[in-house]
C-alpha cells in the first residue's frame, strides 16, 4: 500500500509557503492602508487618450506652479462617477468631479451632494460665458464647451447638411448605407440630444418628443450598431462600418486627428451645446485645493493648450488668438456661442427615464 | 452526539456572520429602495409597489428574465457537455505538458474585458472573421450579424465560463477510481459503456455542481451579456446596471435586482427538489 | 491493475481517445480564439486597431509594462491571493457544516452561500459602499473594502468546490476510520482533509480569479489612485481602444496563470493535477 500521500513533509512545506506568502504580501499590504494625505489633490476625469492629454496640458502644469501632488483618477463614466458620489453621500474619494455631465450635476445639487460654487472660491468663474453658467446649477463650473457633431465617413458618404441625412438616410443616400447606421441608447446623453433633433425635424423639440420616436423607427431598419457609450462605438470608425453618426464634437476631432477617414460636421438645423464642468463632493477632503485646481482649469494658457489638445470649445469667451482653423470649427468668438442652442436641463432630467424606456420600446 | 453547544453553529458562526454582515445587510438596505418612489432620478421616502407593478406590466422585463434564465441554463448544458470530455482528458491524461494544458484551460476565465470586447468583436460582427468563414465555406448567402444578439451572448459566455465546469467536474473526477473502469471493462463493457454508465454516474455531483456554479453566474454576469447584446438582448444584470448606474433610478434598479434573486433562488429549490440526492448541495 | 496501465490501454483502442482528444482541441482553439486575437492587436504599428495586424511593434508593450499598470497588476495579485486565503479559510467549516450536519435553516444557509453568486456584483457594491458609509467607516474604502467585497462574492466557490469534494468521498470514511481506532481530530487531518484538498485548492483557485477579474464591484469599493486592473483598464476602455490595453489585457492573463502553475509546482498540488491516488 502506498500508505498516506499527505505525509506531514507535505502538509508542512504548503502550510509554509501559505505564511510566508501571506507574510510578504502583509508586509505590502500595510502601506496600502495609509490614507490620503491631505496635501494630495484626487481628480477624477477620464481615461484613455484622454487621461494622456489632461495630464499634459492641465494636471502637470498645476503640479509644478502649486508644488503638489495631484492623483488622477480615471475610473468610471459621469453616471458610474455620480453612483458613487450619492452611495457614499458625496465622499466618493475625489475632491474634483471634472466628468459629470450636466444630468448628473442637476442630481448632484438637487439632492446636496455637491458644494455650492461661488467667485469666492474660483474667481474666474467671472470669465466664464453667462448663459452657460445660468444654465448649469451653482454647484458646477463649467471649463469647456462640445456640441454634437455629425460624424460621417468621408470615403463612403457625401458630405451630409442636415439632421435629416442622419434620421432619414434612405432619402439622401440610399440603399447602400443600410446597416451602416449607429444608434444610441439615450442613457447616453448623446442620444437624447439627437432625440431632440429629431424631434424638432418634426415640429417638436424637447416638450414633445413624439415627432422623434416615429422618426426611431422609420430609422431602425438603417441601424446596423446600437451601442450605449461613446466609447463603445469606437471600433466601429475604425473598422469603417458606421458611416454616418451623431458625436460629441471634441472626441470627434480628436477621433478624426488620429487618422480615421471621417468628417465632422455642424447640420444646418443647429446643434445643442455640452458643458463640460467641475464640481466638488460636499465630502471631499481638499477643497481648498480643489477650487484652485478648477480656477486654474480656467486659466487663458490652461484653456489654449486643452482646447487645443482635445479639440473642445474654451468655457470663456475672453480669449483671442486662435489659430484659423480652430476658430472655424469651433465656439469661440459671442457670434459663435449665440448661434449654438443651450440644453433644457430640467425636461432632460425629468423626462430621461421615460425616454429610454420608450427608446428601448422601440429598438427592442 | 455532543454536548453544549452543537457542533454545526460553531462551524458555521464566522463565514455566516461574515455572509450576513456583508452581504444580506448591505443589500437589503439598497434593495429596500424598491419599496420606495422615484421621482426625476431621485428617491422619495415615499413608499409604493408602483416599482414593481411597473416591472410586471411591461412584457418587455417578462422577456429580460426569460431571456436571462435561457441564457443561464444555455450555457450551463453547453459547459457541461463541452467540460465534461476535457476535464476527463486532463485528469487521466499523461502528457508531460497537463500543467501547461491546465493552465491554458483557465485562460478563459482570466481574459479581460478587453478581450471579450476586442476579439469576440472581431470574430462575430457582420463583416467579420466568422462570417467570412462562413460565406466561402457556402454555409450561408449572406452576411448575419451574428452580434449582437442572444446567440452571442450564450457563446459569449459559455466561453467564459468553461472553466469553472472543467475545475469542478475534475474535482469530483478525481475522486472516481480508475480501477473501476478496468474492473467494468474486464467485465466485458466496451469503453463507450463504462464512460457512460460508470464514470459518468459517479461524478454526478460535480457536473451538477459544475452545471450550478456556471448557471449561477451565467444570470448574474454584466460585461459579456453588455458587450455582445445589445438593447434588443437586454439580460437582467444589463437592466439593472441601466437603471442604478446609468439611470440612476435606484427603484427600479432595485425592485428587478429583487426579482432576480428571487426567482434564481426559486428556480434553484425547484432543481433540488426534483434532483435532491444528485445535486450537489 | 493500477492507474499506469489503465490508461495505457486507453490508448491502445486509440479509437476513442483519439476522438476525446480532437473533441478537446477544438474546445481549446474555441477557448484561446478571441485571445489570440486581442494578443495580435497589441503588436500593431499604429495607435489604431486593426486585425490583422499592420505592421510590427513592440511600443505598446513599453507602455504596458510601466508603473501605470504594473502598479494596478501587483494591487490585483495581492488582492487576489488575500481573497483566495481568507475565503478558503471561512468555507471550509461551512461547507463542513452542510456536509455533515442535518440542520434547521440548512436550505437557508445553502441559499445564503449561492446568493452572492447569483446577484450582480454591481448591486452588492453599491450597497457595500452604502454601508460603509452608514456605519462611518469611510476611511476604510480602498484594499479593507475591497477585500471585504471580495470575500463576500468569492467564498461561494470556495464552499462549492469543497462540498463537492466532501460529497464525492466515500460514504462511512469516518467510521472506518473511527473503528480502527482514529480520534475524530485525527481523522479529520490525515483522512478527511487531503482527500478534499482538491476542492479546497479548486476553491482558493476560484477565489483568486473571481477577485482578479472582477470589476462591477470594485469600482465602487476602490480608492481613488489605487485601484485594482480591471478597473484601470476600464477607465481606458471607456475612452477608447488602444493597442496598449491589448498588450496589459494579454499580461493580466499570463501573470496570474503563471502564479497559478507556480503554486502548483511548489505546493505539491500533483494529487490534484495527477490524480493517481487510490492505488
Not at chain 2, 451574428?146 to 473526477?173: D, E, K, N, Q, R
Not at chain 3, 476522438?19 to 481549446?28: D, E, K, P, R, S
Request: aromatic share 12%.
Amino acid at each position: 500500500m502506498n500508505g498516506d500521500h499527505t505525509t506531514d513533509n507535505e502538509l508542512s512545506r504548503r502550510a509554509f509557503l501559505q505564511r510566508a506568502s501571506a507574510a510578504a504580501v502583509l508586509g505590502l499590504g500595510v502601506r496600502d492602508v495609509w490614507g490620503q494625505r491631505t496635501d494630495d489633490l484626487v481628480v477624477n476625469s477620464f481615461g484613455g487618450e484622454y487621461q494622456e492629454l489632461f495630464e499634459k496640458a492641465v494636471i502637470q502644469p498645476f503640479e509644478k506652479k502649486f508644488g503638489v501632488k495631484v492623483i488622477h483618477d480615471t475610473t468610471g463614466t459621469s453616471s458610474q462617477d455620480y453612483a458613487k458620489i450619492r452611495a457614499s453621500k458625496g465622499a466618493p474619494g475625489f475632491d474634483v468631479a471634472a466628468a459629470l455631465s450636466p444630468p448628473e450635476v442637476i442630481l448632484g445639487a438637487k439632492e446636496g451632494l455637491l458644494e455650492k460654487i461661488t467667485e469666492a472660491e474660483v474667481p474666474n468663474i467671472k470669465f466664464t460665458w453667462d448663459k452657460a453658467r445660468k444654465a448649469l446649477p451653482p454647484v458646477a463650473v463649467m471649463h469647456t464647451l462640445q456640441f454634437d457633431s455629425l460624424l460621417y465617413n468621408k470615403d463612403k458618404l457625401d458630405k451630409p447638411v442636415s439632421w435629416a441625412d442622419y434620421w432619414q438616410p434612405d432619402k439622401r443616400y440610399g440603399a447602400k448605407v443600410k446597416g451602416h447606421v449607429i444608434n444610441y441608447n439615450p442613457a447616453n446623453l448623446l442620444s437624447v440630444y439627437a432625440l431632440i433633433h429629431a424631434a424638432e425635424l418634426g415640429g417638436g423639440g424637447a416638450s414633445n418628443m413624439e415627432p422623434a420616436w416615429a422618426l426611431l423607427k422609420s430609422q431602425k431598419p438603417w441601424v446596423g450598431v446600437v451601442v450605449t457609450t461613446s466609447a463603445e462605438a469606437a471600433p466601429h470608425f475604425e473598422s469603417g462600418e458606421v458611416w454616418i453618426s451623431p458625436y460629441w464634437s471634441a472626441r470627434a476631432g480628436y477621433y478624426i486627428s488620429r487618422g480615421i477617414p471621417y468628417g465632422m460636421v455642424v447640420p444646418k438645423e443647429g446643434v445643442i451645446a455640452n458643458i463640460d464642468s467641475a464640481s466638488v463632493p460636499i465630502g471631499a477632503k481638499n477643497k481648498k485645493l480643489a477650487y484652485e485646481f478648477i480656477n486654474f482649469m480656467l486659466e487663458p494658457a490652461t484653456q489654449r493648450a486643452w482646447c487645443q489638445a482635445y479639440f473642445c470649445s474654451p468655457g470663456r469667451g475672453d480669449i483671442t488668438d486662435w489659430p484659423k482653423a480652430f476658430v472655424e470649427s469651433q465656439i469661440v468668438t459671442t457670434q459663435q456661442f449665440e448661434s449654438v442652442k443651450l440644453p433644457d436641463l430640467d425636461a432632460i432630467g425629468v423626462n430621461r427615464k421615460d425616454w429610454t424606456l420608450r427608446w428601448q420600446e422601440v429598438m427592442g | 452526539m455532543r454536548s453544549g453547544v452543537p457542533a454545526h453553529w460553531l462551524l458555521i458562526a464566522l463565514p455566516a456572520t461574515v455572509l450576513l454582515a456583508f452581504f444580506v445587510l448591505p443589500n437589503a438596505l439598497l434593495l429596500s429602495a424598491s419599496f420606495l418612489k422615484s421621482e426625476a432620478q431621485q428617491l422619495t421616502a415615499e413608499p409604493t409597489l408602483d416599482n414593481y407593478r411597473f416591472l410586471f406590466t411591461r412584457p418587455l422585463y417578462l422577456e429580460v428574465f426569460l431571456r436571462t434564465f435561457a441564457v443561464g441554463i444555455a450555457v450551463g448544458l453547453i459547459d457541461i457537455v463541452l467540460g465534461f470530455p476535457l476535464a476527463y482528458f486532463l485528469v487521466r491524461s499523461r502528457s508531460r505538458f497537463k500543467g501547461l494544458l491546465i493552465a491554458l484551460s483557465l485562460a478563459p476565465l482570466l481574459a479581460s474585458v478587453v478581450v471579450r470586447t476586442y476579439g469576440w468583436y472581431i470574430i462575430l460582427n457582420r463583416f467579420g472573421f466568422a462570417n467570412d468563414v462562413l460565406l466561402n465555406l457556402g454555409v450561408i448567402g449572406e452576411r448575419i450579424p451574428f452580434m449582437p444578439s442572444t446567440g452571442a451572448i450564450i457563446i459569449g459566455l459559455a466561453h467564459a465560463l468553461l472553466p469553472y465546469a472543467v475545475l469542478t467536474i475534475m474535482g469530483s473526477l478525481n475522486g472516481v477510481n480508475p480501477n473501476l473502469e478496468s474492473a467494468a471493462m474486464s467485465l466485458g463493457a466496451n469503453r463507450t459503456r463504462t464512460f457512460f454508465h460508470v464514470v459518468m454516474p459517479l461524478c454526478l455531483p460535480g457536473i451538477a455542481g459544475g452545471f450550478i456554479l456556471v448557471f449561477s453566474i451565467a444570470i448574474s454576469a454584466y460585461a459579456t451579456p453588455a458587450i455582445l447584446g445589445g438593447p434588443a438582448t437586454q439580460v437582467a444584470a444589463t437592466a439593472i446596471y441601466n437603471f442604478i448606474i446609468q439611470l440612476l433610478d435606484w427603484s427600479l434598479g432595485a425592485a428587478l435586482a429583487v426579482i432576480l434573486i428571487v426567482c434564481s433562488l426559486l428556480l434553484l429549490y425547484a432543481a433540488a427538489r426534483l434532483g435532491a440526492r444528485r445535486a450537489a448541495l | 491493475m493500477n492507474a499506469r496501465i489503465f490508461s495505457a490501454r486507453w490508448r491502445a483502442t486509440s479509437g476513442p481517445w483519439a476522438l476525446l482528444c480532437t473533441v478537446v482541441a477544438f474546445v481549446y482553439v474555441f477557448s484561446l480564439g478571441p485571445i489570440l486575437i486581442t494578443t495580435a492587436v497589441s503588436f500593431n504599428q499604429t495607435n489604431r486597431s486593426f486585425f490583422p495586424p499592420r505592421g510590427f511593434s513592440l511600443r505598446w508593450w513599453e507602455r504596458a509594462l510601466t508603473p501605470e499598470w504594473l502598479d494596478p497588476l501587483l494591487f490585483s495579485l495581492k488582492l487576489g491571493t488575500f481573497t483566495a486565503l481568507l475565503s478558503t479559510l471561512l468555507a471550509l467549516p461551512l461547507a463542513f457544516a452542510l456536509y455533515r450536519y442535518r440542520f434547521r435553516g440548512r436550505e437557508a444557509l445553502v441559499a445564503l452561500t449561492l446568493g452572492p453568486l447569483m446577484l450582480p456584483t454591481l448591486v452588492t457594491g453599491v450597497g457595500l459602499l452604502q454601508l460603509f458609509q452608514y456605519v462611518g467607516w469611510r476611511e476604510h474604502i480602498g484594499f479593507a473594502a475591497l477585500l471585504v467585497g471580495h470575500v463576500v462574492i468569492c467564498m461561494p466557490f470556495a464552499v462549492r468546490t469543497v462540498s463537492i469534494s466532501l460529497q464525492t468521498l466515500p460514504p462511512n470514511l469516518e467510521l472506518a476510520a473511527a473503528s480502527l481506532g482514529a480520534t475524530p481530530v485525527r481523522t479529520l487531518r490525515h483522512i478527511v482533509f487531503p482527500l478534499i484538498k482538491s476542492g479546497l485548492v479548486a476553491g482558493a483557485v476560484f477565489a483568486f480569479i473571481h477577485s482578479f477579474t472582477d470589476v462591477n464591484l470594485s469600482i465602487f469599493l476602490a480608492r481613488p489612485g489605487e485601484v485594482p486592473i480591471t478597473v484601470k483598464i476600464l477607465g481606458f476602455l471607456e475612452f477608447g481602444f488602444a493597442p496598449t490595453l491589448a498588450a496589459v489585457s494579454v499580461i493580466t492573463l499570463l501573470l496570474p496563470l503563471i502564479l497559478v502553475a507556480i503554486v502548483e509546482r511548489v505546493s505539491g498540488l500533483g494529487d490534484f493535477i495527477y490524480g493517481d491516488r487510490r492505488g
